[in-house]
């Protein structure tokens, strides 16, 4: 159970008993004991097993898939996968895979429904890039968490440069939302729209190994480039 659900349950127990010596009337106390099991049921955190595969890319969050796509990006095309999390799903966010984050980012926007497309862009969101290390070496995913009609609040615990293991609870979102994924081209998709995902316990994607020690060496080049650009043109010659 995550803290919040403690804090909103029990105030709301409190609350209800209150009313319940106030007025001797136990039918004033059902709306705040209703509010309260939906907080503690919204905020729950179940344990999750885990997948240890190599190249495994796993769900950072739970939901339903609502959209498997290509898209371009500055570093060229992408695959994005969006969840959508309704109120009844859990939603404490999970790292995707295992690495270094080299990049956290949040942006203030709009509220819009989390089923609308506009929302991967226009809403309030915190973008998060993960460099995959150890079993993950050579993959580098994004994620983002993404507010919704109703969500009002993002919480991500980490910062650029700390460590996460693939599954790790790394955050929260508030009263429904979506969460965007951006694998590699390359990757194998393990989903399709319609399906269910846990987080943490879903695979949405797997790189082989020969993909990501591909992967692993364009990365190298793009970094040799920025420092000695005018021997990577010459080897491009």
Known sequence: ???????????????????????????????????????????????????????????PGDGKVTETVLIETPEGERQRISIFLSVFNVHVNRAPIG?????????????????NPDSADCNEQNLVSVKGQGKDEGIEVIF????????????????????????????????????DVIVPSDAFLRVKVGDNVKGGATVLAEMLETAMAASTRKSDRAAWARVYPDTAESEGA
């Open 1 to 59: 159970m995550v803290r919040d659900g403690y804090i909103y349950g029990l105030s709301l127990l409190a609350v209800a008993a209150i009313v319940v010596w106030l007025t001797g009337n136990w039918a004033w106390c059902l709306p705040p004991i209703l509010l309260a099991i939906f907080f503690l049921q919204f905020f729950r955190d179940p344990e999750r097993t885990i997948p240890s595969g190599i190249g495994l890319i796993v769900s």
């Open 144 to 179: 983002k968490q993404i507010a919704g009609l109703l969500a009002r609040r993002i919480v991500f615990n980490f910062k650029v440069g700390d460590k996460v293991e693939r599954g790790q609870r790394v955050g929260l979102i508030k009263f429904g939302s979506r969460v």
């Open 99 to 115: 690495g270094v984050l080299n990049q956290v980012s949040y942006r203030k926007g709009k509220y819009l429904n989390a089923m």
